[in-house]
């Protein structure tokens, strides 16, 4: 059985999971706006090269990413001596792919006929993107950012192979301590569930709200 000493030991995991994944968020929201002005409106060379990069972090499991950047580039680079920053670099790139797919898709979505007012007023490309239509985007976009997180912090727990001390990996440690192995998975899988469910079901209700307020969908 799990004592609450126990509970509380696997609690301590907690804080490195949600460090993981908001961490690995803000690294793909910083890459992904950008790849996808890439993708968008720039020549094709440009847009080739953010399209390989959307394909390569897209086509390729992140669990092998980890393990490249630790045990590959972590004999070369620093910074992927630390098995918790490999973890959150792993994870961010490939967020950035993902959330530049999910932007891709929300500005797709704006009317044209807003580009064509846009240009008709002089703006330029930098100033249509910034007034009309990253403010669009984001709203159209919060419930594919909202299962982003989700699965951040899901996909964060095979940051226990490279031994960061995660909700995972304290369960594990639990497991071998108490010759366990269902009570310890089963409550780490139920606080999995607490972490991701408010968080994605909350920004798929205010998008959907923002968006049949704006009318944008």
């Given at each position: 059985?799990?004592?609450?000493?126990?509970?509380?030991?696997?609690?301590?995991?907690?804080?490195?999971?949600?460090?993981?994944?908001?961490?690995?968020?803000a690294?793909?929201?910083?890459?992904?706006?950008?790849?996808t002005?890439?993708?968008?409106?720039?020549?094709?060379?440009?847009?080739n090269?953010?399209?390989?990069?959307?394909?390569?972090?897209?086509?390729?499991?992140?669990?092998?990413?980890?393990?490249?950047?630790?045990?590959?580039?972590?004999?070369?680079v620093?910074?992927?001596?630390?098995?918790?920053?490999?973890?959150?670099?792993?994870l961010?790139?490939?967020s950035?792919?993902?959330?530049?797919?999910?932007?891709k898709?929300a500005m797709?979505?704006?009317?044209?006929?807003?580009?064509l007012?846009?240009?008709?007023?002089?703006?330029?490309?930098?100033?249509?993107?910034?007034?009309?239509?990253?403010?669009?985007?984001?709203?159209?976009?919060?419930?594919?950012?909202?299962?982003?997180?989700?699965?951040?912090?899901?996909?964060?727990?095979?940051?226990?192979?490279?031994g960061?001390?995660?909700?995972?990996?304290?369960?594990d440690?639990l497991?071998?301590a108490?010759?366990?192995?269902?009570?310890?998975?089963?409550?780490?899988?139920?606080?999995?569930?607490?972490?991701?469910f408010?968080?994605?079901?909350?920004l798929?209700?205010?998008?959907?709200?923002?968006?049949?307020?704006?009318?944008?969908?």
């Amino acid at each position: 059985m799990i004592s609450l000493s126990d509970f509380l030991f696997l609690l301590r995991g907690l804080p490195v999971t949600v460090s993981i994944s908001f961490l690995a968020f803000a690294i793909g929201f910083i890459l992904g706006i950008p790849l996808t002005f890439l993708r968008l409106y720039t020549p094709k060379y440009s847009a080739n090269v953010a399209e390989a990069y959307v394909k390569l972090f897209l086509g390729i499991p992140v669990l092998v990413f980890m393990l490249f950047f630790y045990f590959g580039l972590g004999k070369y680079v620093a910074i992927f001596r630390s098995p918790f920053l490999s973890a959150v670099a792993a994870l961010g790139f490939r967020s950035g792919a993902y959330q530049s797919q999910i932007f891709k898709t929300a500005m797709n979505s704006i009317p044209r006929d807003q580009l064509l007012a846009a240009k008709a007023l002089g703006m330029n490309k930098l100033q249509t993107l910034r007034y009309i239509i990253l403010p669009q985007a984001f709203i159209v976009a919060l419930p594919g950012l909202g299962s982003e997180i989700a699965l951040l912090i899901k996909d964060s727990s095979y940051s226990f192979i490279l031994g960061v001390l995660d909700l995972t990996m304290h369960a594990d440690i639990l497991r071998r301590a108490h010759k366990l192995f269902f009570e310890p998975y089963l409550i780490a899988a139920f606080l999995y569930i607490a972490l991701t469910f408010p968080v994605a079901n909350y920004l798929d209700k205010l998008g959907s709200k923002l968006n049949k307020k704006y009318a944008l969908r």
